[in-house]
């Protein structure tokens, strides 16, 4: 049985859910579909209440927020199925062959992932290009660029895993808000010799946030990424690499002073109509020295 788990927080996925259900009728295998609200909001529950009428769909209110990592731990343990399809609830299936083409890739022991799409076209509300820019640029990528670096280039928006191979894994449950679960799982895939086989499968990301909130979450991001650093879990990213880099060299301190001063300016071009990813980069970095010498002097900050 393929079991699809859908965590879900404050968006629509009444469109997703039928499109999922009407495909899952045609596979070679049983499939359910679990739906697990995380804590949203009442008119969001109010409109995704129908999916639970759908044949083979489980629809669930939780009474509180779990954060990423513990529901999709909640998922994979409410699950019935030989097989875990993890999709993000702000996604598209891009036409009516998905599910198909991953019933068609199956094995016992690794992880497919078909990756993420975003539209051609920029938005047409400003507040939302700097999300667009960004998914567009660093994140869609074809399949064979992703398998170049397998481990570093996945994602947790759309991939399939055995059942036995999450449960002795899984999502680490001390990251209860946004951002970087999906490097420490790569890591633990790496780690357990679980090969990640890159797929042309992708999901459309159609969630686009605006600047204000991009920039909230990737704050958030930044945060757990210094959590994660500093708990000795060997967590390796572009960031961690270069402020180590800076570190060697001595230059983290002055940097983090030039970059600590101009970070309002960074804000005010990213809040912009025509932000640049590299003062996006440059903004992470200020953040991320500034978690790194709070860590030294034993203070916390940005909560």
């Known amino acids: 049985m393929l079991s699809i788990l859908i ?9 997703l859910v039928n499109e999922l259900s009407r495909q899952s009728a045609g596979l070679p295998l049983p499939a359910e579909i679990l739906c697990f609200d995380d804590g ?3 008119r969001w529950k109010a409109l995704n209440r129908e999916v639970g009428g759908l044949p083979s769909v489980r629809y669930r209110e939780l009474p509180a927020n779990l954060g990423r990592s513990r529901i999709r731990n909640a998922l994979a343990d409410a699950a019935r199925g030989s097989h875990l399809l993890f999709l993000d609830c702000d996604s598209q299936v891009p036409d009516g062959a998905y599910l198909e083409r991953y019933a068609g890739e199956l094995d016992g022991r ?12 920029p938005p047409a509300d400003p507040q939302l290009f700097l999300h667009w820019l960004y998914g567009v640029r660093r994140e869609q990528m074809p399949p ?3 398998r170049i670096h397998p481990y570093h280039h996945f994602m947790t928006n759309n991939f399939l895993i055995p059942a036995s191979v999450f449960q002795a894994i899984r999502f680490d449950e001390r990251l209860l808000q946004y951002g970087h679960e999906d490097t420490l799982f790569g890591m633990e895939l790496r780690k357990q010799g679980v ?16 600047a204000a909130v991009f920039l909230e979450k990737t704050r958030t991001g930044v945060r757990n990424l210094a959590f994660l650093y500093r708990s000795g879990t060997g967590i390796e990213t572009r960031l961690t690499s270069f402020c ?9 301190r002055p940097v983090k002073t030039a970059l600590s001063g101009l970070r309002p300016l960074f804000l005010r071009h990213l809040l912009s109509r025509r932000p640049a990813l590299f003062v996006l980069d440059l903004y992470k970095l200020s953040l991320f020295l500034e978690e790194w010498q709070a860590a030294y002097s034993g203070r916390q900050i940005f909560r």
């Open 7 to 15: 965590p879900i927080y404050n968006f629509d996925v009444r469109a």
């Open 40 to 42: 949203s909001e009442e």
């Open 195 to 210: 090969p990640i086989r890159h797929l042309d499968n992708p999901l459309l990301h159609i969630g686009l946030e605006p």
């Open 244 to 252: 180590e880099k800076l570190e060697r060299i001595g230059a983290r």
């Open 144 to 146: 064979d660029r992703r």
């Open 110 to 121: 690794s992880l497919l992932y078909g990756g993420r799409a975003y539209r051609k076209a």
